[in-house]
C-alpha cells in the first residue's frame, strides 16, 4: 500500500495556526570545554603498548579486533594506529564486524556498515572477515562469539566507552558490551536482550564479559572516550584483568563529557536526523530524555513535551530502529525505512515500543502547525522550540524566541540574532545553523 499522509491544510489546527504566528528563531552555539588528542593514530599505537599480554603471542599470531556500527569519529585512525604497531611487532591483525545483529544481521550487511563508517581493508591496512557463525562459550552459559574471532590467535576489544541508550550502571557501553553483544552477533546479542528483559542488563553484562575474559584468547580492550565535540579525548589499553574495574572509571570520565541541549524544558525538540551510525537507538535517549525500555524508568530532565524527526541517515541502510522515540516524523522518514532491518534489530534487542511509527507529517512546516495543539500551549508566538542536526550535535541548534533570553545569560552559549522563519514550500532551509 502507498504511504499516504494528510496534508498541510488538512493537519491545520482547530485555531487556523499559520506560519506566520509561530515565534522568531535564532542560532545558538554552546562553547564546549574540551581537551582533544593531536595525533589519534599514534594515541592508538602507544595504547598497544599498555597491553603485556600481546608480547607473550608468537610472531605471525592472528589478531581479531573488534568494529561496530557507531560513527565514532576518530575510531578509524585509532584503529590504523593500533593495527600498525601489531603488524611491525610481527603479528597478522584483521578486524571483523561486532555489532549483534545491525547489517541485517548479515555478513555483507554488516561489511557495507563498516564501509558507510570509512573502515575498509584498504584504509585499514589490513582485511575485514565478516560472517554471522557463532561459537557457544563456556559450560552451559549461553554466551557466544563471532566464530572467527574465536579462532584467531588472539582477541583485541576496541569501542568508545560511554552511557548506555537502555539502562544505567556501573558499566554501560564500552568494552564489556562489545565482547557481549557486539562480538556475539545476531544470537549472542539477542540471547543478552532477552535475559536483561527478565534480569538486569548491566550485571548480566559484566557476567557475560567475566566469561569470555575466562574462556577466549582476549588481550584486552581500547578504550575511547569522545569529548562534546565528538573527537578523542582519551584513548587507553586496558588489560583484560582490569577491565571490569576499569570501565566503571572510564564511564564517569564519559559522563563528563556527554553533551546535552543548553536548555532541558521545551514544547517541541526537532531532530534534522536519526541514524545507526549516531546511535544504536537512532537517537541517543540520553540527550532525549526518553528511554523507552523495559524495566528502565524515565528521567525527569530533560523534559521535551514533543519530538520531531526530519529524517533517516543513508549509512541506516532503512534501519529505523529508534524511531518510536519520536511523536512526530516526516514522511520521508517511513519512505526510507526497511522494515525487515528494522524488526530484526527490534526483536534482537527486545523493546518493541522503539520501533512504533508515530505521527507522520507530509513536511515541516505541518509539524510547526500542530505544536500548539499537541503541546498545551495553545498560543503559537509562546512555543519553546529547538531544532539541532542529531543527538551527537546537541551545542549547534536553533531555538525560538522564548528560549533565547535563559540561553543569552549563559557564558558558554553564543545567540545570533533572531529571525522569523522562513521556509521553502512547508520545508526548512538546508543551511540553517
Same mark, same amino acid.
Given at each position: ?39 589519534? @593514530? %599514534? /594515541?592508538?599505537?602507544? &595504547?598497544?603498548?599498555?597491553? +603485556?599480554?600481546? $608480547? ?5 599470531? #592472528? ?88 579462532? @584467531? %590467535? /588472539?582477541?583485541?576489544? &576496541?569501542?568508545?566507552?560511554? +552511557?548506555?541508550? $537502555? ?5 554501560? #557501553? ?89 536548555? %532541558? ?169
Amino acid at each position: 500500500m502507498p504511504l499516504s499522509v494528510p496534508n498541510r491544510e488538512r493537519t491545520a489546527t482547530a485555531n487556523d495556526v499559520t506560519v506566520a504566528d509561530l515565534p522568531r528563531f535564532a542560532p545558538a552555539t554552546v562553547e564546549y570545554d574540551t581537551n582533544t588528542i593531536s595525533d589519534v @593514530a %599514534d /594515541a592508538g599505537r602507544n &595504547a598497544i603498548d599498555e597491553l +603485556p599480554a600481546i $608480547d607473550s603471542l608468537q610472531q605471525g599470531a #592472528s589478531i581479531a579486533i573488534t568494529a561496530g556500527s557507531r560513527g565514532i569519529h576518530d575510531f578509524p585512525e585509532m584503529l590504523i594506529g593500533a593495527i600498525n604497531a601489531l603488524q611491525e611487532r610481527g603479528y597478522e591483525p584483521f578486524v571483523f564486524p561486532s555489532m549483534g545483529s545491525h547489517g541485517g544481521a548479515t555478513a555483507e550487511g554488516q561489511r557495507a556498515v563498516l564501509a558507510d563508517l570509512g573502515i575498509t581493508p584498504e584504509v585499514l591496512g589490513c582485511s575485514i572477515r565478516a560472517s554471522m557463525e557463532t561459537v557457544e562459550v563456556g559450560a552451559d552459559s549461553r554466551v557466544y562469539a563471532d566464530q572467527l574471532a574465536a579462532d @584467531a %590467535d /588472539a582477541i583485541l576489544l &576496541a569501542n568508545r566507552v560511554k +552511557p548506555h541508550t $537502555d539502562f544505567n550502571d556501573r558499566i554501560e #557501553s564500552g568494552l564489556c558490551k562489545m565482547a557481549v553483544i557486539g562480538m556475539g552477533k545476531h544470537t549472542g546479542a539477542e540471547m543478552m536482550h532477552n535475559a536483561a528483559l527478565t534480569g538486569d542488563m548491566g550485571s548480566e553484562i559484566q557476567t557475560r564479559a567475566a566469561t569470555l575474559f575466562k574462556e577466549l584468547p582476549i588481550i584486552g580492550g581500547i578504550a575511547l572516550i569522545e569529548n562534546a565535540r565528538d573527537r578523542a579525548t582519551h584513548i587507553e589499553g586496558v588489560p583484560t584483568d582490569r577491565i571490569l574495574k576499569r570501565e566503571p572509571e572510564l564511564l564517569e570520565q564519559a559522563y563528563e563529557e556527554l553533551p546535552t541541549l543548553p536548555v %532541558d524544558d521545551l514544547d517541541l525538540l526537532i531532530v534534522d536526523e536519526m541514524g545507526k551510525e549516531i546511535s544504536g537507538t537512532g537517537m541517543d535517549t540520553n540527550v532525549l530524555g526518553r528511554t523507552y525500555f523495559h524495566g528502565e524508568g524515565e528521567p525527569e530532565r530533560p523534559s521535551y513535551t514533543r519530538i520531531y524527526v526530519r529524517s533517516l541517515t543513508p549509512s541506516s541502510h532503512g534501519n529505523g530502529l529508534g524511531i518510536g522515540l519520536a511523536d512526530m516524523v516526516h514522511q520521508n522518514v517511513v519512505s526510507e525505512l526497511d522494515l525487515g532491518d528494522t524488526y530484526v534489530n527490534i526483536a534482537t534487542s527486545g523493546e518493541t515500543k522503539r520501533a512504533k511509527i508515530p505521527l507522520i507529517v507530509p513536511d515541516d512546516a505541518s509539524a510547526l502547525l500542530l505544536a500548539p495543539s499537541t503541546t498545551g500551549t495553545p498560543n503559537p508566538s509562546k512555543l519553546r522550540i529547538a531544532r539541532i542536526p542529531n543527538t551527537m550535535e546537541p551545542g549547534r541548534l536553533l531555538v525560538s524566541e522564548p528560549v533565547v533570553p535563559e540561553l543569552r545569560e549563559r557564558p558558554d552559549v553564543s545567540v545570533g540574532e533572531l529571525q522569523p522563519l522562513s521556509l521553502n514550500d512547508g520545508e526548512f532551509a538546508t543551511e540553517a545553523y
